[in-house]
């Protein structure tokens, strides 16, 4: 069973003396996240946080997205009776080259809900273009207003980062600062006291982010100071067991994988062999962190690490049978070469 987390285990302070601190704990919500990627790029540039572009979304993606963003609770008071409406998209019949949602308001009831299609809302890949048919008025939901919105957030999706892919480059600079994801629902991480002044970076990030956000809704982040003692060294090793025995089994996966796939790629194995490497390492600064071994792990490092070996002999082997292929001419081109 994993363990319930409970914030009450720790001693955390807004303010602390840096020599008697564990470390910072940092929590975050990105919330329905879309930002030009060229404001993006430039205020990664600006904070020294590294930019991963990701892949654009496929007109399918951004279509799917943009009309699942079409969501309205509406409730309307007449003659002393109040009804709720919900106003969203719903899937349509489609055909290869013409994606297809429609609008629909349902009625909420107690018994049996009541749905009215209000509008079709379609996008051609043959013309590009975006289309929205057969609009039905309707006192409380605004139709035209709501097609409008599904093909404005169409648009975005298609030219902006989304949340996942900013949660990529927040998981990628926490990475950098050996950062610990704790056992709980959404963004919560303990950062070690070795980069706690970055925190103040990664806090700034997302300030300047929420302001980007062509969304609207707001971004949140805030951290507090673990206290040093103890107890709370202890806690944060079993935060730190539950976390890297997650990597360590992910990485033993992708190590096999690599090892009986016989992967051709030298770059690919040195690259996971480098993660091996700094887990490691990451390892040795929470001992230090914490003032403690953290030996629970031994068995599982010690078959990474294994793994991790044959994966660079095969890397290395691979490299130097490229090296002499390259090395040998063919023959022919041999006699070429003596001709001239």
Same mark, same amino acid.
């Given at each position: 069973?994993?363990?319930? !987390? @409970?914030?009450?285990?720790?001693?955390?302070? $807004?303010? +602390? @003396? *840096?020599?008697?601190?564990? %470390?910072? !704990?940092?929590? !975050?919500?990105?919330?329905?996240?879309?930002? *030009?990627?060229? +404001?993006? $790029?430039?205020?990664? *540039? @600006?904070? %020294?946080?590294?930019?991963?572009? %990701?892949? #654009?979304?496929?007109?399918?993606?951004?279509? #799917?997205?943009?009309t699942g963003d079409i969501r309205e609770r509406i409730p309307v008071t007449a003659d002393g009776q109040t009804n709720i409406y919900l106003a969203y998209c719903r899937d349509n019949k489609r055909t290869a080259n013409v994606l297809s949602r429609e609008l629909v308001k349902e009625t909420l009831n107690q018994q049996t809900n009541h749905y009215e299609k209000l509008a079709n809302i379609s996008y051609d890949k043959s013309d590009g273009v975006f289309r929205c048919d057969n609009l039905v008025p309707d006192d409380a939901v605004d139709v035209r207003g709501c097609c409008r919105w599904a093909e404005e957030l169409f648009e975005l999706y298609q030219r902006c980062a989304n949340r996942r892919q900013v949660e990529t480059i927040c998981a990628n600079y926490l990475r950098?600062? *050996?950062?610990t994801k704790v056992s709980i629902a959404g963004h919560m991480y303990f950062v070690p006291r070795t980069h706690m002044e970055k925190v103040d970076i990664f806090e700034d990030f997302l300030a300047l982010l929420s302001r980007l956000? #062509?969304? %609207?809704t707001p971004l949140t982040v805030n951290s507090l100071y673990v206290i040093d003692d103890a107890k709370q060294r202890d806690k944060m090793a079993q935060e730190f067991y539950i976390a890297v025995k997650k990597e360590i089994l992910e990485y033993q996966d992708k190590c096999d994988y690599f090892i009986k796939s016989g992967s051709n790629s030298p770059a690919v194995m040195d690259r996971w062999v480098l993660k091996v490497q700094a887990l490691e390492e990451r390892k040795r600064h929470y001992e230090a962190v914490l003032r403690q071994e953290l030996n629970g792990l031994d068995d599982e490092f010690s078959t990474l690490k294994f793994l991790a070996q044959e994966l660079q002999l095969r890397a290395n082997s691979l490299r130097a049978q490229k090296k002499t292929q390259k090395g040998k001419k063919d023959p022919m081109q041999q006699t070429i070469d003596l001709a001239a």
């Open positions: 069973m994993e363990q319930v !987390f @409970d914030m009450q285990d720790f001693i955390v302070a $807004t303010q +602390a @003396d *840096e020599g008697h601190v564990l %470390g910072k !704990f940092l929590y !975050f919500s990105l919330a329905n996240l879309l930002v *030009e990627k060229d +404001a993006l $790029t430039k205020l990664c *540039e @600006d904070m %020294g946080i590294p930019y991963s572009g %990701g892949v #654009r979304l496929s007109v399918a993606d951004a279509f #799917r997205s943009a950098s600062l *050996e950062s956000n #062509r969304n %609207g």
